[in-house]
């Protein structure tokens, strides 16, 4: 494998120029093979046809028992059925498979890939039929070909089209390498997009800015997305990829000034023994462009990184070890993806020290095998289905994914599985569309582990996702019960935010009436508990019989449940409520003003007429019902009080509640910040009328500035 090809940083200038002029070389020597081959009949049986010999030659660099006969069939193949068809740039199309092939027999693609990618546009747009390409080189390499071709029209006049990207996503879901030759195919495309007009070229690029690049970077695949985030920069952006060009022409240099610090690391690791290979690796021009927004005037170190890499994974340690000793580390700069590797299998070590001259280098320490991960991701880990690495050898040990975590298969990232969860619960395409779109944009995900005995184990989530988007994770849509959380041993409520490394314990109602509150929605980060609480709020309420005659009486009463402690009453037409609750979100108590829903399992959940949730039901479709409190109604509520900390505050609070005759069911009190302390008690009321006079009894005690009811970011309805 070429550094040209391999290299997810290099500088365009030296590398990105020079591998698109090696690409129109290779079409020119593509070609040429091609024709004299057309003309020159069937290779003989003992060799391989010329033009796919430096498809070979790459393919053996990492597999050097490989079979190479099939490949020959498969080119002989494509050649036949593709002959007299040309590319719009007037290079004969076969170029097209064989250049894509070549990108994926440089990142080391197993045998079965190759094929198949050979093969990959033969079923679309020739006389070759699947059913051939099964009889002659077997189901697997049927299968990718049959996957490639349904992906085939998202390239143009179709590029947005959701449905077909949900089938997309189920071909890539069953076998990756669908999505690997996809990404080889597009990469090429977009290396001779020029031939097309501009208002094309601006679409194609979109889509693979919006899906095809972050698909790239979930796979692992880094060596393919960061070329297409510089073709898509340049097509895009021409004018900040002009300045970014401009600005790296201008700094020769940088690479000396990064080749100086390389050789003071590679002195400091010779004299501690450890055995490493140091190098330079430039920026390509979208990392640059991104650093430069981030930090302002770059110097000469900012274009580039080190990389050291290493025979073991304790030598990773070994060397971070000796760097942080021998220079000055730059602490904010440390990450360790090898003990916690990224979602898309990312194993190193991030570091940055800052040499003698003051000069401060980044630095990525990894071993050989995690850098061809990091490079080739999926399409390095060979075949999922075959049990053994792409050498013939069995997998080894510690590889992300293959002991008993959220998967065995490790070219089938969690994310991928979360994907394949709900997008069979999406309910229409542009849904799934616009979550696929918001799920790819997650640059980063969390771990979480979870504390139920029933299912341990761990997940995956995007930053920033709540317990609401934990446990739909974990339960489905059994979730839609769930009540609350504890967060690493303490009582959380759902709308909390889960931080890596979360241990996290789901509490489940065991009826069948609780179900999700519209401001969950607030609160979901993943498409899975979006889809899923919509379609709860969305879907006609459940009754118990079939529809009953209607009733002359004008009014249904259902005593609330001990909850609320007060008498609620619903006005029905049909089947009367099972139950009359109050909602959790906002906790009304006479004499507050209220509506109600009707909901799953035949009950009405009441909320405050003013409740935010209300009009999200509304919006959702649904329709309101008629509710009043009881004659006999006192209710319990949750009260928050804002006060400067003082000695005795709390004995004096709890002296004016008692006052009232109203009972304390909890009470918190956060810990003081800038001499603040926020006290939240639920009460429960003798008679709900009092609420607003005890409340400004809370508000006269000393200390108190502010005191107001409670919003639950969770509901119980």
Not at 384 to 391: A, I, L, M, V
Request: charged content about 25%.
């Amino acid at each position: 494998m070429s550094a040209e090809a391999t290299n997810p940083e290099a500088a365009p200038t030296d590398v990105a120029v020079r591998r698109r002029g090696r690409a129109r070389i290779d079409l020119r020597r593509l070609g040429r093979a091609a024709l004299l081959n057309a003309t020159a009949g069937p290779a003989p049986r003992d060799r391989l046809p010329d033009a796919i010999g430096h498809v070979a030659e790459a393919h053996r660099a990492h597999h050097p028992e490989a079979d190479l006969t099939v490949l020959g069939r498969a080119y002989v193949l494509a050649e036949s059925s593709h002959r007299g068809q040309f590319r719009k740039s007037g290079e004969p199309y076969i170029t097209h498979p064989l250049a894509v092939t070549l990108i994926l027999a440089e990142l080391g693609a197993e045998t079965t890939t190759l094929t198949a990618s050979l093969l990959h546009d033969t079923v679309e747009d020739t006389e070759v039929t699947l059913d051939q390409v099964r009889r002659e080189f077997g189901d697997e390499v049927a299968y990718l070909v049959d996957g490639v071709t349904k992906v085939e029209k998202i390239d143009y006049g179709a590029a947005a089209e959701p449905e077909t990207f949900r089938k997309m996503l189920v071909a890539t879901g069953n076998d990756v390498r669908v999505m690997s030759i996809k990404l080889a195919d597009r990469l090429h495309n977009m290396r001779t997009l020029g031939v097309m007009r501009p208002e094309k070229q601006a679409r194609i690029a979109r889509v693979t800015r919006d899906v095809l690049i972050p698909l790239a970077e979930r796979l692992g695949v880094q060596a393919l997305k960061t070329e297409l985030e510089d073709l898509v920069f340049a097509i895009l952006h021409p004018e900040e990829y002009e300045t970014t060009r401009a600005l790296v022409a201008d700094h020769p240099g940088a690479g000396d000034e990064l080749g100086a610090v390389a050789e003071q690391v590679t002195a400091v690791l010779r004299e501690a023994g450890i055995g490493a290979e140091v190098l330079v690796r430039p920026r390509h021009f979208v990392s640059v462009h991104r650093v430069r927004l981030k930090r302002g005037e770059l110097r000469g170190c900012d274009f580039g990184r080190l990389l050291v890499l290493v025979a073991e994974d304790a030598d990773c340690y070994a060397v971070l070890g000796e760097l942080h000793t021998c220079f000055t580390p730059v602490i904010s700069e440390f990450k360790d993806f090898i003990a916690a590797p990224k979602f898309n299998l990312y194993q190193s070590l991030h570091t940055a020290i800052a040499a003698p001259d003051g000069a401060v280098a980044e630095v990525l320490i990894r071993t050989h095998r995690m850098h061809k991960v990091a490079e080739a991701g999926v399409v390095a880990l060979g075949n999922p289905h075959g049990g053994q690495e792409p050498d013939g050898t069995a997998p080894a040990a510690g590889l992300p994914g293959t002991d008993d975590g959220e998967r065995v298969d490790p070219t089938r990232p969690g994310w991928l599985s979360r994907l394949l969860d709900w997008q069979q619960s999406a309910p229409d395409p542009d849904t799934f569309w616009t979550s696929l779109r918001a799920d790819l944009a997650e640059d980063d995900e969390i771990t979480v582990f979870l504390a139920d005995g029933s299912a341990p184990g761990t997940i995956s989530l995007p930053a920033g996702a709540s317990c609401v988007d934990a446990a739909y994770a974990q339960h489905g849509e059994a979730a839609h019960a769930c009540l609350g959380a504890r967060v690493n041993g303490r009582l959380a409520p759902l709308s909390t935010v889960l931080g890596d490394g979360d241990t996290v314990q789901l509490l489940l109602a065991q009826d069948t009436v609780s179900g999700p509150s519209p401001e969950w929605l607030d609160h979901a980060r993943t498409p899975a508990a979006r889809i899923a609480i919509t379609g709860w709020l969305q879907a006609p309420p459940e009754s118990a019989a079939p529809p009953a005659p209607p009733d002359p009486r004008p009014q249904v009463s259902v005593p609330a449940d001990r909850r609320s402690g007060a008498e609620l009453h619903a006005d029905l037409d049909g089947e009367p409520p099972t139950a009359v609750r109050p909602a959790g979100c906002c906790t009304p108590v006479p004499p507050d003003e209220i509506t109600g829903f009707r909901v799953r399992g035949g009950s009405v959940t009441v909320h405050r007429a003013r409740c935010s949730a209300v009009d999200t039901m509304r919006d959702l479709g649904r329709e309101p019902v008629t509710v009043r409190w009881g004659d006999t109604a006192r209710g319990r509520v949750t009260l928050v009080a804002e006060s400067f900390g003082r000695p005795g505050l709390l004995a004096d609070l709890t002296e004016a509640i008692a006052t009232f005759g109203a009972a304390v069911v909890s009470a918190n009190v956060e810990p003081p910040t800038e001499q603040r302390v926020r006290h939240t008690y639920t009460l429960q009321l003798p008679d709900a009328a009092g609420l607003t006079a005890l409340m400004k009894a809370m508000r006269d005690v000393p200390g108190v500035y502010d005191v107001s009811r409670a919003r639950h970011p969770r509901g119980m309805d």
